[in-house]
């Protein structure tokens, strides 16, 4: 079986439902450790009542004591650890979280697998990964035409979230070093999706536009960011689970740069086909508040390494993918509804009312 932490966020209950659903892994068992924050929801897995391969227990992955249980009475043949604070803008206004989740939580995580690990008989140690995944945005801001990042591009973390996920990637990286712990990393860029709590660009938008309400660009909307389909990256962690090379870091990525205003323009497009506006297109609903505090231009990743010694490469194209993803949303009014709790309209308050929006 596998350990799977933040089973229940975004990427990591589609994570779990795929592998649960894959003719290759759906054997096999997943443990699905998740603290239930804001961004967790128990929702996404309801399909998987019932069956015994899907084991959820909640907590947290800084209770080092949980951890070592989890792993003596399940030993998991691998760890695939999605848990952290996910979202640029809280991280501004409120690093602590990340700092606990993102960095202790990771080293206590690693600690843990560690001892595990080292408990195994010999046939199991070397078979075992840990299994860390990450995003493009340590590697920073690229410029207007330079060329996407490679898995050698310097560390460049703006943000507090994203300097809390390099942290993480070094503490990986030294564990591997130091102790020979068998890892693999893999940065990845934007996901889009279902299950996507719309606090993210994509999902606010459809949710804001569906309301009547104003689709908040941030400054100049011109920032680039490189999408993918969420199914694919879950593909492409399995494919690195499986055959990656220790110690080895990956990157995952749509080959699909675009600027948040198209992306924000796609969406209301789809939207007037889909469930029109007698009140009129939804692009009129498109304002442009205040930019986010060094707010990074643009990500781009070349995938080419994943490709070559995996195989690996996105099924979905952006048209395919956003079209699904906005008729997930149009499907599930009732997820959405439930997600929109006291502390998303706090949020909301926390993020936009000052932007002016
Ligand atoms: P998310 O915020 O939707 O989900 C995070 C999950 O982790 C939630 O279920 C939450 O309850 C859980 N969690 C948080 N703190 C925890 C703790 N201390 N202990 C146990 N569980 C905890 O995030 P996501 O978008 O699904 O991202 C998953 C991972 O993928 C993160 O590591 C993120 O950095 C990385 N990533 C995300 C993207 C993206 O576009 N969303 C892209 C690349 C990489
Ligand atoms: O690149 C991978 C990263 O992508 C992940 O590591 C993060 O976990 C994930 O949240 C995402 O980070 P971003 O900051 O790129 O995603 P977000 O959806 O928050 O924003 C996407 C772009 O849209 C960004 O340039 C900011 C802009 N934006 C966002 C929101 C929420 C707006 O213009 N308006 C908004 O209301």
Not at 73 to 102: K, L
Not at 111 to 124: I, K, N, T, V, Y
Not at 132 to 142: A, K, Q, R
Not at 312 to 329: D, H, L, N
């Amino acid at each position: 079986m596998i350990l799977v932490t933040g089973g229940a966020g975004f990427i990591g209950s589609n994570f779990v439902l795929d592998w649960l659903e894959h003719p290759q892994t759906r054997d096999e068992a997943v443990v699905n450790l998740d603290a239930l924050t804001y961004a967790g929801n128990l929702r996404n897995l309801e399909s998987l009542q019932g069956n015994a391969k899907h084991v959820f227990v909640r907590g947290d992955i800084c209770d080092r004591e949980l951890m070592d249980r989890l792993l003596e009475q399940h030993r998991p043949r691998a760890i695939v650890h999605f848990a952290a604070e996910s979202h640029v803008d809280r991280s501004i206004h409120g690093p602590g979280e990340f700092m606990r989740t993102n960095v202790q939580g990771t080293f206590t995580l690693l600690e843990a697998a560690r001892a595990h690990w080292a408990s195994l008989p010999e046939s199991e140690r070397s078979a075992f990964r840990f299994h860390h995944v990450s995003t493009d945005e340590v590697y920073g801001s690229l410029a207007p035409g330079a060329p996407a990042f490679t898995e050698t591009h310097p560390y460049e973390p703006n943000s507090p979230y994203s300097a809390s996920k390099a942290a993480s990637d070094h503490l990986v990286r030294a564990w591997h070093h130091t102790y020979g712990l068998p890892v693999v990393t893999t940065n990845c860029s934007n996901n889009y999706g279902p299950y996507h709590f719309p606090e993210k660009l994509i999902p606010l938008m459809i949710v804001n536009a569906l309301a009547g309400k104003p689709l908040p660009v941030y400054g100049d909307g011109q920032q680039i960011r490189d999408w993918l389909y969420v199914k694919d990256h879950c593909s492409g962690i399995r494919a690195v689970l499986q055959g990656g090379r220790l110690g080895e870091t990956y990157n995952i990525g749509g080959w699909n740069e675009q600027a948040n205003i198209d992306i924000v323009k796609t969406i209301c497009a789809l939207l007037d086909e889909l469930r029109p506006d007698p009140a009129g297109a939804y692009a009129r609903l498109i304002t442009h508040v205040a930019d986010r505090p060094g707010h990074d231009r643009r990500y781009a990743i070349d995938a080419r390494k994943i490709e070559r010694e995996l195989g690996w490469r996105p099924a979905e194209t952006f048209e395919s993918g956003i079209r699904k993803t906005v008729q997930w949303y149009l499907d599930h009014a009732e997820w959405v509804a439930e997600m929109q709790s006291g502390e998303y309209r706090e949020w909301l308050e926390t993020n936009y009312v000052q932007r002016g929006a």
